[in-house]
């Protein structure tokens, strides 16, 4: 007699296109499911993982907690037309048409809105918090500039690589699991810190600083970055807190190439880039002292990722090679 | 598995054991070139979901490229650079970076390998000349920061690299690049991919967008110079996008995980693929690491008529 009271496959994956007929199993895991990944938290309902060992919030360093997550599981406890995929209402401005590049997205180059200049820290400020509350990436270790085509007001980002890269690494050195993960939560941490300091005190990061050189293409020329001081300290600016905290230890050895797989860790240079430090690195909980200890907890503004026209990250692209508007 | 293609597609046996990398379709034939963490390299032929070969390498593989049918290219975790030779199991280093190499291209304009690592550069390879760094290595060209992604079309070459910077290089003359410019979206590139006609490139970031640029502004209104394209995310979804008229053509159904390359075959009639965990939230346990080949059907990928906007706007 076949296994009729097999789980289905395919149901489990996602989807499966012989629905009632199908003679598997066709059940939703016990847990509460996990909405696709970016249609936010707009019911309040606390998504959880399918996965039982994460039970409450996440162990391994980046806390998304509140956030809609994705584990394989579809979404079919909720309502499937709660929320429509790809329908982003919240529109920010798109460049003028006489600029060189224009976003992908819906209703798009309706609004089209004057380019930001940076003349005025309270309007950069309010375009930065604009920015946070609406389109916040999952991905926190991320560099961001408010300015299109301008630099960077926060730098020093990594990629999923490279975390991967470093914790294989860190493993194969050694380290336990739980080192790995206070390590990449402490990153995290110092990313969160920078960009809630940025938002109170905007601080466009010169120029000197991220560059070596910049020069503009005949038409495009992107808006000379100033440098806005708005009376804050300075260890406040986002150029300057990994970097304190990288000069004041004494763990980074003098080679400045990058070592990987050696004793060392990621190295900076005179940038604050991709810092992996020690574990109980004396300069990073000294680094830490000011700072509320609360600082794991996400802004909780920073998810209400409802509807975002991409759903998620793009890793990867490929263009259709045979099947082209002509 | 002899089932008939589930809605995901083939999914290919022996896939690698950890997570995937890249994966890049041969421009002739279905033979996929797979890279992945598990430090091999994978040759399979997609059609006949059969592995033919495979190279083990000393650190994880984070980018691969065909060269011919025969032979390609990889980018190294250990920072090297190697030349596969898949007919004769035949492996050599052509060269080495300082640091993780992170992108693998051939250039057939110009007969060079480029690579780019974290070491924040870029390299020019000769792939004729004995292996040995002294002999092959053509150029270094620094930038702004680390690179994450590179492409080509014809004799252009787009660098993204960390901290938003894009270079724009002709490869007849790599002493500086033609254009520098910063991402026009404001969070972490992700991807850059050059138009197959030449046009421009478009850059994806990590807040979910795709922003779609032009090297030569004049070209940047006229409005059938967007083709279609397709997306990979880390929510499962692989979607088909309408450049011209800035909309979703398709989605296919949801993969098991996060989407981590994607490749179509030289003719359009094969999509690979890879949905494989990408680290997005750190470490944590994730659905194992499969490649899915599915045909693509032409309402999926076919543009529509372009949308006129509406005389009262």
């Not at chain 2, 007919?87 to 250039?107: F, K, M, Q, T, W």
């Amino acid at each position: 007699m076949p296994p009729r009271k097999e789980l289905c496959r395919n149901f489990q994956r996602g989807s499966c296109q012989y629905g009632d007929r199908c003679k598997f199993l066709h059940v939703t895991p016990q847990q509460s499911q996990p909405s696709p990944f970016g249609f936010g938290t707009q019911t309040g309902t606390q998504f959880q993982r399918t996965n039982p060992q994460q039970q409450k919030s996440n162990p391994f360093g980046f806390g998304v907690q509140n956030n809609a997550q994705l584990s394989g599981a579809n979404d079919f406890g909720s309502k499937p037309n709660q929320f429509k995929p790809f329908e982003n209402k919240w529109s920010r401005f798109s460049p003028l048409n006489t600029s060189s590049s224009s976003t992908s997205r819906q209703s798009d180059s309706q609004n089209p809105a004057p380019n930001h200049k940076c003349t005025d820290p309270e309007s950069c400020k309010r375009l930065m918090i604009e920015d946070f509350e609406n389109e916040r990436p999952q991905w926190k270790l991320t560099c961001y500039g408010h300015n299109k085509n301008g630099p960077c007001d926060i730098v020093g980002d990594i990629s999923y690589e490279e975390l991967r890269a470093s914790a294989y690494d860190e493993a194969k050195r050694g380290l336990s699991l739980q080192s790995i993960i206070d390590r990449e939560r402490s990153l995290l941490n110092s990313k969160l810190v920078e960009f809630q300091s940025l938002v109170q005190n905007p601080h466009v990061v010169s120029s000197n600083a991220t560059l070596s050189t910049q020069s503009s293409f005949t038409g495009v020329s992107p808006n000379a970055p100033m440098t806005i001081q708005s009376g804050g300290p300075p260890s406040v600016s986002s150029f300057g807190q990994l970097g304190a905290s990288l000069n004041t230890s004494g763990t980074f050895g003098a080679a400045s190439s990058y070592t990987f797989g050696q004793s060392h860790p990621f190295q900076n240079n005179s940038q604050a880039s991709s810092t992996f430090q020690r574990n109980n690195s004396p300069a990073l909980s000294s680094y830490q002292n000011p700072f509320p200890t609360s600082t794991i907890s996400m802004p909780s503004a920073a998810y209400n990722q409802s509807e975002v026209l991409m759903n998620g990250v793009n890793s990867a692209l490929d263009m259709t090679k045979s099947i082209q508007l002509t | 598995m002899t089932a008939a293609p589930q809605s995901t597609g083939r999914e290919l046996t022996g896939p690698p054991t950890d997570g995937i990398s890249n994966l890049r379709f041969s421009n002739h034939s279905d033979n996929l070139l797979v890279s992945s963490w598990d430090k091999s390299v994978r040759l399979y032929d997609a059609s006949a979901n059969a592995l033919r070969g495979e190279f083990m390498h000393g650190g994880a593989v984070l980018d691969c490229c065909f060269h011919d049918d025969s032979s390609g290219f990889t980018a190294c975790a250990d920072h090297t650079v190697r030349r596969l030779v898949f007919n004769y199991g035949r492996e050599d280093i052509l060269g080495r970076h300082d640091a993780p190499v992170r992108c693998v291209e051939y250039s057939y304009a110009t007969g060079q390998v480029i690579t780019g690592s974290w070491d924040k550069t870029l390299k020019c390879w000769d792939p004729r000349g004995a292996s040995g760094q002294e002999r092959s290595l053509i150029g270094t060209y620094t930038q702004p920061e680390r690179v994450y992604s590179l492409s080509l079309v014809g004799n252009r070459l787009v660098v993204a690299t960390a901290g938003r910077h894009v270079n724009v290089y002709d490869l007849r003359n790599m002493s500086q690049p033609e254009q520098r410019r910063e991402s026009s979206l404001k969070y972490q590139t992700r991807c850059v991919r050059c138009y197959p006609n030449g046009t421009g490139y478009a850059l994806s970031s990590v807040e979910g967008r795709v922003a779609m640029e032009f090297f030569d502004l004049s070209e940047a209104g006229q409005s059938k110079n967007y083709g279609t394209f397709a997306t990979g995310g880390c929510d499962g979804y692989v979607n088909v996008w309408d450049g011209n008229n800035k909309k979703r053509l398709y989605q296919y159904p949801k993969y098991p995980t996060s989407i981590a390359a994607l490749s179509f075959s030289r003719d359009g009639r094969l999509l690979a693929v890879a949905s494989s965990y990408t680290y997005e939230e750190g470490d944590k346990p994730h659905e194992p690491d499969a490649i899915f080949v599915r045909s693509v059907n032409e309402v999926e990928v076919k543009p529509k008529p372009k949308v006129l906007p509406n005389p009262g706007t």
